[in-house]
């Protein structure tokens, strides 16, 4: 096909008659894109009216303008840095333009693009799939965590999150099946990107024939052209994509605003009033704000318009976050404002309320107002304390100017901050990427297994280095889950644990259930685990929906409610309205479920045995809550007075509301500590101090525990046992049941 063909009038049946890889000019592609005939089809197929009325759209992106340029720098260098606002057709334009130039189909490679939101990987592989004309998963597809639609020999276009990238590349440390590797949104600074980044530069001085883009919003491209820079002095090229922006009138509040919910909402009901028509994008900071402020607003505009029928037009609002069902998602882009409710009535308006995931990864069209509190939420870990929080924070100079953006694409627009210019000046320039305030575990997991010494952890090529004091704290908890040995390499245990997509101690958890006879039942309690909120509490029926609860309850353990839940499940699998009637999420069930058949076939890769447990509920039940044991040692608090105490790092905190346990346990597991404000506890079961001892005996030793009020409970336990004998530690057998049945 590309350029060898010898038939005399193929250019007419072939549209990439004469392309060369990598030497192929942007005359050349327009060519083939406005071709008759799909050039990545096989046999060709003509061009639907579809691909024609999308073509036509494209050819307005400000990418597209600037075609030749980008098959000039592509075509010479191996890295190139790339930046344009939001909304300018990188993601989606980009990578199809890669593809006439790699020429991938033909050659038995693949062009990636990274995306650090599997929402962005998963609604861009489907609009390019359209506007390329082919069906999703044969030659445009996308892989995400638990969801891979690829065909394996005919995709050539691969969009993934950046951790799937990441989990390939221990595979295939040279990633070899890509000839273009584009990683988008760097800005954003995820640790998978972060990552990446150092380790495609190592891969692109192994492999000349592999391309890099590195693609970000318009912001501190320097950082980038340095640190992917060829030699000591040559800046890796930078090539700007231009705007073309219309003015936008950017407002300040003159006075800072003690509440930015109400502000906001206040806000779109002023502009709704007062302004000329046009779309309305609100950032908020969480789901449970989001769906406030939608009621809310609905409320009060559904108010105004019986006060002023003639003056104030209908509205419509429209959430979006990450956890929200896809066909919930899908609103966003199909929805337009609502009609006039009648000739000479005032005009309808749309109103997204997002998460700051509409920042730069999702262009929602016909934005003319951005409404920015100037919040977003932020994870933060702490390596001295071990705690993970997740809490508002003010956002950053760099994301103000995103979110502004974010409207004078198609005609001039106004972004109204609810602060003061003074305090904008105040904030932080940039995001803090991720590496400075994560939890390290899964990374240096990660980084050993794509063969990196743990002694030589702290001299990887970061673009920005993570403190000492995290990579320690990863190292360690890995090593009291035995992933490496004393000469601190990869165990056999370490390296399978890398290959599971999960946390390295849920992954622990699984490789080891089979000894306790009970790996099916921790597959699918790791299968719930990975997915979001089970549980449904609409704000009008939270009574039925507690009562609901209570009925899945399993006393003293949350993990085995779970359990029952999924069960119940699928029990009940041919009864649509089963999961509506009994408040749980029927969608997150479904991923549930397909997560666990995930899981279940890495298990049978790595030949760990599938096994239920047998004997009484209680037997199993003590089994299934014993593996947990095994792999979640580290999540253990012991209770002191009201609250619970975290082994070795010392942190209080409270049962989560959630929770379905009383207070009354000594001693229990967690899923999550979190803090928003408050420290809690969530996804708790009760165990035992027997098995603590018994079951992580290196993490529990008592000769280098530290003193105090948890190490007197743990000896108060050996202490009989020694003096007492067999006698005692029956008894013990029996104590060592945390609930009674
Ligand atoms: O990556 P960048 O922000 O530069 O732009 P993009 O994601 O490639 O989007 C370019 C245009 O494609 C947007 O302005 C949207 O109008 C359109 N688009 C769409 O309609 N549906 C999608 N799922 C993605 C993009
Ligand atoms: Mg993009």
Not at 171 to 176: E, G, K, P, T, Y
Not at 402 to 431: A, D, H, I, N, V
Not at 700 to 712: E, I
């Amino acid at each position: 096909m590309a350029g060898n063909s010898k038939s005399p009038d193929s250019s007419t049946t072939d549209p990439l008659h004469g392309f060369l890889p990598r030497k192929v000019s942007g005359a050349q592609a327009r060519k083939a894109l406005e071709h008759d005939l799909n050039a990545f089809t096989n046999p060709p197929t003509h061009h639907t009216a579809r691909y024609k009325e999308l073509l036509a759209y494209r050819k307005k992106l400000p990418v597209y303008a600037q075609m030749d340029d980008f098959f000039t720098v592509f075509n010479e260098n191996q890295i190139v840095i790339l930046a344009g606002e939001a909304g300018s057709g990188k993601t989606t334009q980009i990578p199809q333009f890669v593809a006439y130039s790699d020429l991938a189909h033909s050659r038995g490679k693949m062009i990636a693009c990274t995306q650090p939101r599997r929402v962005a990987a998963k609604s861009t592989a489907e609009r390019v799939a359209e506007e390329m004309d082919v069906q999703l998963g044969y030659q445009v597809g996308y892989s995400i965590r638990f969801e891979n639609r690829t065909k394996r020999g005919t995709t050539f276009l691969k969009y993934m999150t950046d951790g799937m990238l990441l989990r390939e590349a221990m595979s295939d440390h040279s990633l070899r099946q890509y000839s273009t590797i584009i990683l988008d949104e760097v800005h954003e600074r995820t640790l998978a990107t972060d990552i990446l980044m150092g380790l495609l530069k190592a891969v692109a001085k192994r492999r000349a024939d592999l391309k890099i883009i590195i693609m970000s919003a318009t912001l501190n491209a320097v950082k980038f052209q340095e640190y992917f820079s060829l030699g000591s002095e040559t800046r890796a090229p930078l090539f700007k994509v231009p705007g073309r922006t219309h003015p936008i009138e950017i407002i300040y509040s003159q006075e800072p605003e003690l509440n930015y919910v109400e502000a906001a909402i206040r806000f779109v009901l002023t502009i709704h009033r007062a302004e000329d028509p046009g779309d309305i994008l609100l950032f908020l900071t969480g789901e449970d704000e989001i769906e406030m402020a939608c009621r809310e607003i609905k409320l009060e505009v559904d108010h105004l318009i019986k006060q002023y029928p003639s003056s104030v037009g209908p509205i419509v609002c429209i959430p979006f976050y990450a956890a929200l069902e896809p066909t919930q998602q899908q609103r966003v882009f199909d929805q337009t404002a609502p009609p006039a409710e009648g000739p000479d009535l005032p005009l309808g308006r749309k109103v997204v309320i997002s998460t700051n995931i509409a920042e730069t990864s999702l262009t929602i069209d016909g934005i003319v107002y951005v409404v920015d509190p100037g919040y977003f939420k932020q994870k933060i870990y702490n390596p001295r304390t071990r705690r993970e929080s997740l809490l508002v924070h003010p956002i950053s100079q760099a994301s103000a100017q995103q979110r502004t953006g974010r409207t004078g694409r198609t005609r001039p627009g106004k972004c109204f901050r609810l602060y003061t210019e003074e305090y904008f000046m105040s904030l932080e320039e940039e995001t803090c990427p991720e590496i400075l305030r994560s939890n390290l575990s899964n990374m240096v997991l990660q980084l050993v297994k794509l063969g990196i010494w743990v002694k030589d952890l702290a001299q990887f090529d970061y673009l920005d280095t993570p403190a000492p004091e995290a990579l320690m704290r990863g190292v360690e908890s890995l090593n009291y889950l035995k992933a490496f040995d004393e000469d601190e390499t990869l165990t056999p245990l370490g390296s399978m644990m890398a290959e599971f997509p999960l946390d390295p101690q849920l992954a622990s958890l699984l490789i080891t259930s089979p000894q306790f006879k009970c790996s099916e039942e921790i597959v699918t309690i790791t299968s719930m685990l990975s997915v979001p909120r089970i549980w449904v509490r609409p704000a009008d029926q939270k009574r039925e929906a507690d009562a609901a609860k209570e009925l899945f309850t399993i006393p003293g353990s949350d993990h085995l409610t779970l359990l029952n839940v999924y069960n119940q499940y699928v029990e009940n699998k041919s009864d649509e309205d089963w999961p509506q009637m009994n408040f749980v999420s029927g969608h997150a069930l479904a991923e549930a479920e397909e997560v666990r058949e995930q899981l279940q076939r890495l298990m049978g890769k790595f030949e760990l045995e599938l096994v239920s447990t047998t004997g009484t509920e209680r037997k199993s039940r003590q089994s299934i809550l014993r593996a947990l044991v095994c792999g979640l040692f580290m999540q253990v608090a012991r209770r002191e007075g009201n609250s619970y105490r975290t082994i070795k790092e010392d942190q209080f905190a409270e049962l989560h509301p959630s929770c379905q346990l009383n207070e009354g346990h000594e001693w229990v597991l967690f899923d999550e500590f979190i803090f928003t404000g408050r420290s809690y506890l969530r996804t708790v079961s009760e165990v035992s101090q027997e098995w603590l001892l018994e079951l992580a005996p290196s993490y529990f030793d008592l000769r280098t525990f530290p003193d105090g009020l948890t190490k007197l409970a743990l000896e108060a336990v050996t202490k009989p046992k020694a003096a007492a004998g067999e006698q005692s530690s029956h008894r013990m057998a029996d104590r060592a049941t945390p609930w009674s049945l």
